[in-house]
């Protein structure tokens, strides 16, 4: 169970359940929370897979992926349930990539980003 900021709510008892995957966004160090960024569109514009780290799995998603609280991913953008809060909730299916904290921060840098 977690303690969450969702959006202009927060929940004190978050439990994920089944297959999602709860994440929270990261950014680069150059962009931190309430930043206005203006999208290069080389780089921001057409993102389709967004870097995070995994704050909680439902039983599902532990068994079928073998991901831990803590672990870095890259996940389809836009299956992801966002809010526009610091997290997102997605289904264990549309995770593409386990990253240690280094090569997500590095991806982020990258052009492929």
């Known amino acids: 169970m977690k303690n969450v900021e969702h959006g202009m709510k927060h929940y004190d008892e978050l439990k994920v359940v089944g297959p999602y995957v709860l994440i929270e966004k ?3 160090e150059e962009h931190k929370d309430g930043d206005i960024i203006i999208p ?24 079928e992926t073998k991901l831990v609280e803590g672990d ?17 909730l997605t289904n264990c299916e549309n995770i593409i ?6 090569e997500a921060y590095k991806f982020l840098r990258s052009e492929l980003f």
């Open 26 to 28: 990261i950014m680069d």
């Open 40 to 63: 290069d569109s080389k780089k921001y514009a057409n993102n389709k897979i967004g870097i995070g780290k995994v704050l909680e799995l439902g039983r599902i998603a532990k068994d």
């Open 72 to 88: 870095y991913v890259l996940y389809d953008y836009y299956s992801a349930y966002d809010d526009t809060s610091q997290n997102i």
């Open 97 to 102: 990539l386990q990253l240690s904290k280094e």
